[in-house]
């Protein structure tokens, strides 16, 4: 079974700090895929990234990060210099093979609340 | 705009009521996904269609059904709904059939079941 875990439900952190969003999962596969999805008020999911389980180099895009470690099971998320426009929910989630052999289904974690305050 | 278009975005009904949730995949998808993210059960996978075809299911209700019509959208039938069901319903496209690289949503219905 894969489970996602985001034990963070909610941040508050004052513009221009750094905040991490942590997530931790489980799976018995070897081959997986790890995402994040940011929800923001408006509703909408929108993708931020996509990591497979052979690549553990860490990932940077402006002011968004990436860890990911398999020893630890964690795939980390860090905003630096946070803005008001980060303010939303982000969810985590995993992929792994289901029993017909293709990735079709994807777990999501609870999501962490992050506001952003100005 | 994601390219993934849902309609209604707002639906509220009565209890025991029946609606349908419609999605367009964006251009050249042939994969749908239907999520339901609720307060209590987060997002949730429901049905995955292929090309027509019901590929994969997940954790859906038998009082829910779907389809994947020859022009490609799909629809989601609920029926005889209940106050649960009340949630945010999400389709997603992907143009592969085993697709582990990510979705693409669109920005969903929200029901309201009173």
């Known amino acids: 079974a894969q489970k996602v875990t985001q034990a963070q439900t909610e941040i508050s952190v004052v513009e221009k700090e750094d905040v991490t969003l942590d997530c931790v999962y489980e799976?018995?596969?070897?081959?997986?895929?790890l995402f994040w999805y940011k929800q923001p008020p408006s509703g909408e999911l929108v993708f931020l990234i996509r990591r497979n389980s052979f690549d553990e180099q860490n990932e940077i895009s402006g002011r968004y990060s990436w860890n990911f470690q398999k020893s630890t099971s964690s795939f980390n998320f860090t905003i630096t210099a946070s803005q008001v426009v980060d303010s939303a929910v982000y969810f985590c989630a995993l992929s792994e093979k289901g029993n017909s052999g293709g990735y079709q289904k994807v777990t999501f974690g609870t999501g962490t609340k992050l506001q952003v305050i100005p | 705009d994601s390219g993934v278009t849902q309609t209604p975005k707002h639906l509220i009904t009565a209890t025991g009521q029946r609606v349908t949730l419609r999605c367009s995949p964006r251009?050249?998808?042939?994969?749908v996904y239907w999520y339901q993210q609720s307060l209590d059960q987060g997002l949730q996978f429901l049905i995955q269609y292929y090309n027509g075809e019901e590929r994969a299911k997940g954790n859906i209700l038998e009082r829910f059904s779907a389809q994947q019509f020859p022009d490609l959208h799909s629809e989601l039938n609920l029926s005889s709904l209940e106050l649960g069901d009340s949630a945010l319903y999400f389709c997603?496209?992907?143009?592969?059939?085993?697709?582990?690289?990510?979705?693409?949503f669109g920005s969903g219905t929200r029901l309201t079941v009173v």
């Open positions: 799976t018995r596969d070897t081959t997986y895929y």
């Open positions: 997603a496209s992907s143009a592969a059939r085993d697709n582990p690289y990510g979705y693409t």
């Open positions: 251009s050249g998808d042939l994969s």
